[in-house]
């Protein structure tokens, strides 16, 4: 049973525009929320995080929102870059529970010049 | 400051075999945990190590073992290795900051190929 789910295994944009990668999850007791970014022959680097008490957290470039009663999260990224080509991962922890995160599959994002 | 390493980097082994990989954590870091991605899927939580002990473990057989040193590093071992045990082993580092809930690093992972 997947608990953190996301539905598309890669999305293509144009460099400049917006990318939204989309995370869902079954789990109500999750309730901090983290994307990753990976490249290839790399470990996963911190993106940006978000907890239930939010529903919108912004850095730069990226923007992550928060619907928990749509158990749903968005990573948006605003503009698109080259460099942002990556595999994307969304993961989710109950706070009380240590730092066992439980991961999406990924979405592979291809940034287009 | 040196970020997350793991050793090594690739590794090929036969069915039934052991292994053992090994990770020193972030400067400043206690507490390390370990993941599995198989290719194509996301990282999948194996177990975490504070001091010294084991304090939460993923849905992986007893076959999947761990130790933590006193200077925080650790090792994966995994006994009676089969093909399906062929993986990235990520290594995450983090602190176990009191009301905090702190963001896990990322080594780069050993790639194991069981033959």
């Known amino acids: 049973d997947q608990q953190v789910k996301q539905n598309s295994p890669s999305l293509s944009v144009q460099e400049g525009r917006i990318s939204i990668l989309n995370c869902d999850y079954t789990n109500s007791m999750f309730d901090y929320f983290l994307w990753y970014k990976k490249y290839p022959a790399e470990g996963p680097t911190f993106l940006i995080s978000i907890s239930s008490i939010k529903d919108k957290n912004e850095d730069g470039r990226f923007t992550v929102f928060l619907n928990k009663s749509a158990k749903h999260l968005s990573l948006h990224i605003v503009p698109s870059q080259p460099g942002d080509s990556a595999v994307y991962f969304c993961a989710a922890s109950e706070y009380n529970y240590g730092q066992n995160f439980v991961f999406g599959p990924g979405t592979r994002l291809s940034v287009l010049p | 400051d040196a970020g997350v390493t793991q050793s090594p980097t690739h590794l090929i082994k036969t069915r039934g075999q052991q292994v053992t990989l090994r990770c020193s954590p972030k400067?400043?870091?206690?507490?390390v945990s370990w993941y599995q991605q198989a290719l194509g899927q996301g990282p999948q939580f194996i177990f975490q190590y504070y001091e010294e002990e084991e304090r939460q473990r993923g849905n992986f057989p007893d076959r999947f073992s761990g130790h933590q040193f006193p200077n925080y590093s650790s090792e994966l071992n995994v006994n009676a290795l089969l093909l399906g045990d062929s993986a990235l082993y990520l290594c995450a580092s983090s602190s176990q900051g009191r009301g905090s809930l702190e963001t896990q690093y990322f080594g780069p992972g050993t790639r194991l190929l069981v033959l």
């Open positions: 400067s400043g870091h206690d507490t």
